[in-house]
């Protein structure tokens, strides 16, 4: 196989410094211990990544820094890895994102290492280098001047030169991502019309590859941090190698330290017990396939169906507390139990509610007894969660029905009104047992 002319690493998203807010309070002085560590950790991942893939190399899209308030450690610890890198023929490129704007400078030029490049805000500006092979390779970007950058800055890129292997550095929400902010929005036409070799981008936090020829393509974040979606899974950078005869190919690899989860669990027959066994074998059985992480946070979600949902937060919580102290043990990657949540579906058995001798017996029974009401149990009870019987509201309706002071048309209706309070907490979260 014919070696690379050209290798290098694109990484995004550093968030340097990143708090975990909301979490460590949470989760205890372990997971805060740990949370500390974790972004540095995963930044220390990927200088040794690319030290093995001797690459060229390294460039940073965008929010290296989780705000401009830096933290001395990770300043120090960054610029320091840059240094390392520097030993080994690295150079590292960064345009700065909407997290570390150059008008909200973080450093003085005169401290940055010379293997360090930091574009400048305005319009974007070219470096040209030779690799080890001796290929001649231009790196092209742009740095935020502030941290709302709304113009499309893709329409300030020079077109490619194709003589030269080439890199386009930008923080961006190409193609209008709904879940982050619209900075520096572009259309993916606009970037692959300019025909770089590699567009490398930041900001969204999933990785991705947006197009292949030429390759567009997001890196994601180093490290996840909370359970939002696009934090969720493997997180970390890519490997870009460029071989004269098979062309370009880019390879995710994982780097975080500390890796976000949300795990199924199907609720067992056999109560409270066999539900923490069950919650207990199927993070256990996670956690065993990711034995290079230092962490894993978890988030349960109970489906399947049961005779009551199980979604009060009370019994979610303690739960959850019987879940941690379960798998307080494993270690390499520590698991830590972030919360339960439950899509349980109720299973109600109408004819049974039927035979109770108070309003949701009489909403059972008129439920039974015409059809179409039905429908309005299943539209109405949607959405419930544990209301008590005992209300006002309720004991009122209780003494209409019973003094018989409406028709069998009112009465309907007034029972598919009633429902949602009454029979709420036998339905759970979902009517679709009624029959």
């Not at 009465?411 to 036998?426: F, N, W, Y």
Request: overall charge negative.
């Amino acid at each position: 196989m014919a070696s690379p002319d050209c290798t290098f690493v694109h990484a995004a998203d550093l968030h340097l410094d990143s708090p975990f807010i909301g979490l460590s309070g949470r989760l205890g002085s372990a997971f805060g211990e740990l949370a500390v560590r974790a972004s540095l950790e995963s930044m220390g991942r990927l200088f040794a990544l690319a030290r093995e893939s001797e690459a060229d190399f390294m460039v940073i899209a965008g929010d290296l820094y989780d705000g401009a308030k830096v933290g001395v450690r990770a300043k120090v610890a960054f610029l320091d890895k840059v240094r390392e890198a520097g030993a080994f023929g690295l150079k590292v490129l960064v345009a700065l994102g909407n997290h570390d704007p150059v008008d909200e400078g973080w450093y003085r030029a005169g401290e940055l290492p010379e293997n360090l490049h930091i574009f400048a805000p305005g319009e974007p500006e070219t470096v040209s280098f030779l690799t080890r092979s001796g290929r001649r390779v231009e790196v092209t970007g742009v740095s935020y001047r502030q941290r709302r950058e709304t113009e499309n800055l893709s329409l300030r890129f020079p077109a490619a030169d194709p003589s030269v292997f080439s890199v386009a550095v930008l923080h961006a929400n190409v193609g209008g991502n709904p879940n982050h902010d619209s900075y520096a929005p572009a259309s993916l036409d606009d970037l692959t019309r300019l025909g770089y070799d590699y567009f490398a981008l930041g900001h969204i936090h999933r990785q991705a590859v947006l197009a292949e020829r030429p390759m567009v393509a997001y890196s994601g974040t180093l490290q996840g941090r909370s359970m939002k979606e696009s934090e969720l899974g493997p997180k970390g950078a890519m490997v870009v190698r460029h071989s004269p005869t098979l062309g370009l190919s880019a390879e995710f690899v994982e780097l975080a330290a500390v890796r976000f989860e949300r795990i199924e669990v199907e609720v067992p027959e056999g109560g409270e017990t066999a539900l923490v066994e069950a919650m207990a074998e199927r993070v256990t059985g996670a956690q065993g396939e990711l034995g290079d992480l230092s962490g894993l946070v978890v988030r349960v979600i109970l489906t399947g169906s049961a005779e009551v949902s199980g979604a009060e937060p009370e019994f979610l919580e303690a739960a959850a507390q019987a879940l941690r102290d379960r798998v307080e043990g494993l270690e390499r990657p520590k698991v830590f139990v972030e919360s339960l949540e439950s899509k349980v579906e109720a299973r109600l058995d109408l004819a049974e509610v039927s035979l109770r001798p108070d309003l949701a017996g009489l909403l059972a029974a008129t439920a039974l007894e015409a059809p179409p009401l039905q429908t309005d149990l299943a539209a109405l009870a949607a959405g419930l969660r544990g209301r008590a019987l005992n209300t006002p509201a309720v004991n009122a309706l209780r003494e209409i029905a019973a003094e018989g002071l409406l028709g069998r048309a009112e009465l309907d209706d007034v029972a598919a009104r009633a429902c949602l309070l009454a029979i709420g907490p036998l339905v759970g979260s979902d009517a679709r047992g009624a029959r």
